[in-house]
């Protein structure tokens, strides 16, 4: 299908385009934190604790009379960063097993199948909960532990994709022509599977976010004083009859980020192909 | 009906032990000798001499393996570092606060998802239609501890209908319930729409409709019950992801719950209990997955031979 066709459909769809410029917005916010604010956002000053909004603290300050405008904007650094980077381990460790099993089928393809399985078996929560204990709490860590709980959805998508288009006529005429295992792979059979690739890779970022915060919440994932919104929820709950809008706002924005990436995923998902049927491994 | 019923319970078994044996493997990859991690911070020479022996540590590995399932499958798994009780002990206790938890989600979720997506699928595109939509898209990409904290701020604190923190009565089920069964109800309410659109568009139903049935028997009777199927799927997803997500609830709502245990042992560095209640969880998680996929082939026969 040609590219302007995908374009048409999705200019369509309204809440696909809303979820765009949101997540566009959350984005360009993260980037130009240092110039949008000229406070730092981790440095503590308790005189100002519990600040109200002011002409130069727009949203107030926190506990520690940090400015909570900085802390958001620079929060959304670290939640789409850890978000990009789990993403990134899940598609690649996710697309290469997959492709290899289906590839190479056999007792390689069991293999793979079965670990994968096991992987599923667990609430995804969970899994990483398990792979951080033994790893030890910290933000690499969580990223590490997010992304793998999310390789058997790219492993299943990509080994099924592959196990159809095998059968198709142009690979069969590739693999007439003397095309190398490599080159089948990338040349034929992996740009094939990009369109249910790029919608199941929207909503695995959306909850690698969720994850990510709800790690960084439970003390597992970004250590204080890092301006993660999961762990500034966690610090916030002491002091919800104090300062209510310290338990609002940064959960307002995981929703926001979240809720564009899940916007955008359902939009991208009925341009492409409707009948795609990705799956969400939701938290 | 009997093969799949074989081949599922293989299925069970070999993850669950596939499982203990990454555990197993796991522990020796970590830095720090088994023993060691096993006995904790301030554990002497001679607690660690005696875990040595209890788990054959001394052993070849194989062996080693061998004493670590028939202990496991026994429910042993040692002592808490902590409290120095036997992990079961400190398990059964926390069992009651989460069990609760987790099935007044499922059935919040299921009733309310149901009840959203039927509606939904029946007046589509109408303004009731476009809201449940929203508030299902809301729910997905809301973190329910966020939801947990607002329902605080709202019913706890501002208008006091219900208690925050702590359980035992009805009350304090109340709000930690409500905020682990949105996000799954959100996920069964577009799942039964588009399960019931798919349905109400079929010839049989438009053969009811001409017959002249009531709309009512024409959408319970007739599309309903095709549609709850593939929305089967999903609610057999939602003890695994309830489970998980109970963690994240209980901690907001201190609740002394499994998930609550989990945590504060992750920050102890207790792993005895942590490898307890990892194991106690998966194995409830992969059993109940067993229970409903047995069901889901006994209402859908089509299932048996996939």
């Known amino acids: 299908m040609g590219e302007y066709r995908v374009w048409l459909r999705f200019k369509r769809n309204r809440p696909g385009l809303v979820g765009g410029l949101l997540l566009l917005l959350v984005a360009v916010a993260a980037i130009t934190a240092p110039w949008l604010t000229p406070h730092s956002p981790t440095e503590a000053n308790l005189v100002r604790a519990f600040g109200p909004p002011s002409k130069h603290h727009s949203l107030g300050t926190d506990e520690l009379g940090r400015d909570l405008l900085s802390r958001l904007l620079y929060g959304g650094r670290v939640s789409l960063t850890m978000g990009i980077v789990s993403l990134g381990i899940s598609l690649t460790v996710g697309t290469a097993l997959g492709a290899m099993g289906a590839y190479c089928g056999g007792r390689l393809d069991n293999l793979i199948g079965r670990l994968m399985d096991m992987l599923l078996a667990f609430p995804p929560l969970l899994l990483a909960i398990a792979i951080i204990s033994l790893a030890g709490p910290g933000l690499t860590n969580a990223m590490i532990a997010v992304g793998v709980v999310q390789i058997p959805v790219f492993a299943r998508l990509i080994r099924g994709q592959i196990l159809i288009l095998k059968e198709q006529e142009f690979v069969i005429a590739a693999r007439a022509t003397g095309a190398t295992d490599l080159n089948m792979l990338v040349v034929h059979l992996l740009p094939n599977c990009l369109s249910p690739l790029i919608v199941q890779s929207t909503f695995v970022f959306a909850t690698a976010i969720l994850s990510a915060a709800m790690l960084g919440f439970l003390g597992l994932g970004a250590q204080p004083p890092s301006p993660e919104w999961g762990a500034m929820l966690s610090k916030a709950r002491g002091y919800l009859r104090v300062a209510p809008a310290l338990s609002i706002l940064p959960g307002l924005a995981i929703m926001m980020s979240v809720l564009s990436l899940n916007l955008l995923g359902d939009a991208l998902r009925d341009a492409l192909d409707p009948k795609l049927g990705a799956v969400r491994r939701q938290v | ?306």
């Open chain 2, 1 to 306: 009906m009997q093969t799949f019923l074989y081949r599922r319970v293989t299925l069970t078994v070999t993850t669950v032990l596939l499982l203990l044996v990454v555990m197993f493997t796991l522990l020796r990859i970590i830095p720090g000798s088994p023993a060691e991690i096993l006995a904790g911070d301030f554990a002497t020479g001679k607690d660690i001499e005696e875990l040595k022996q209890a788990w054959g540590l001394d052993q070849p590995l194989h062996v080693q393996l061998l004493i670590y399932l028939s202990r496991v499958l026994r429910g042993d798994f040692g002592r808490s570092v902590v409290t120095r009780r036997p992990v079961m002990t400190e398990i059964q206790g926390r069992l009651r606060p989460t069990l609760e938890l987790v099935l007044m989600a499922s059935l919040v979720a299921t009733v309310v998802g149901l009840i959203a997506g039927v509606v939904s699928a029946v007046r589509r595109y109408s303004a009731l239609d476009g809201l449940v939509m929203v508030f299902a898209i809301l729910g997905v990409s809301m973190p329910n501890f966020w939801l947990a904290l607002l329902l605080m701020l709202l019913f706890g604190v501002t208008l006091g209908w219900f208690p925050i923190v702590g359980v035992g009565t009805p009350a304090h089920l109340v709000l930690p319930s409500l905020s682990l069964a949105a996000a799954q109800a959100a996920i069964i309410a577009r799942q039964t729409r588009s399960a019931m659109l798919e349905v109400l568009s079929q010839d049989y139903v438009r053969t009811a409709r001409s017959k002249g049935l009531p709309e009512r028997v024409v959408i319970y009777r007739h599309a309903l019950k095709n549609a709850l199927v593939p929305v089967l799927t999903i609610v057999g997803l939602l003890f695994s992801r309830l489970v998980g997500g109970s963690v994240v609830v209980e901690s907001v709502f201190s609740r002394p719950g499994m998930g609550r245990l989990l945590v504060d042992s992750i920050s102890l560095r207790d792993y005895p209990v942590v490898q307890g209640v990892v194991v106690v969880i998966a194995v409830a998680v992969a059993v109940v997955n067993l229970v409903i996929d047995l069901g889901y082939a006994w209402i859908d026969p089509r299932v048996r031979y996939t």
